[in-house]
């Protein structure tokens, strides 16, 4: 089992930055794959940026060059640096863990971003 909670969410104006935070506990050894997604009202979710267990990173187009993600092991975090926020990243924002074996996917509460024009 994984535990994940997600913080550092509320509300920026266009151009700002945000750092959300995913703090992990649990079977940390066994994940492969962390990721953030998020979600607006009326849409599926989406990938935002993903972590490979070997560092690799992966970004939807919408973010590249503006988000940053990155993890701390030490401190058992994974974090998204937002920069240059626009109105249309306004989203809940979810953490998300992949093990692959057993094939198991955990989620986090979600935190809320809100950019203002």
């Known amino acids: 089992q994984v535990q994940l909670v997600e913080s550092g969410g509320g509300l920026v104006q266009a151009g700002g930055s945000l750092r959300l935070s995913c703090a992990v506990s649990?079977?940390?050894?066994?994940?492969?794959?962390m990721g953030w997604y998020r979600q607006t009202p009326g849409k599926q979710r989406e990938l935002v940026a993903s972590i490979i267990s070997d560092d690799r990173t992966n970004y939807a187009d919408s973010v590249k060059g503006r988000f940053t993600i990155s993890r701390d092991n030490a401190k058992s975090t994974m974090y998204l640096q937002m920069n240059s926020l626009k109105p249309e990243d306004t989203a809940v924002y979810y953490c998300?863990?992949?093990?692959?074996?057993?094939?198991?996917?955990?989620w986090g509460q979600g935190t809320q971003v809100t950019v203002s024009s």
């Open positions: 998300n863990a992949f093990i692959p074996t057993p094939e198991i996917t955990f």
């Open positions: 649990g079977s940390i050894f066994s994940i492969k794959v």
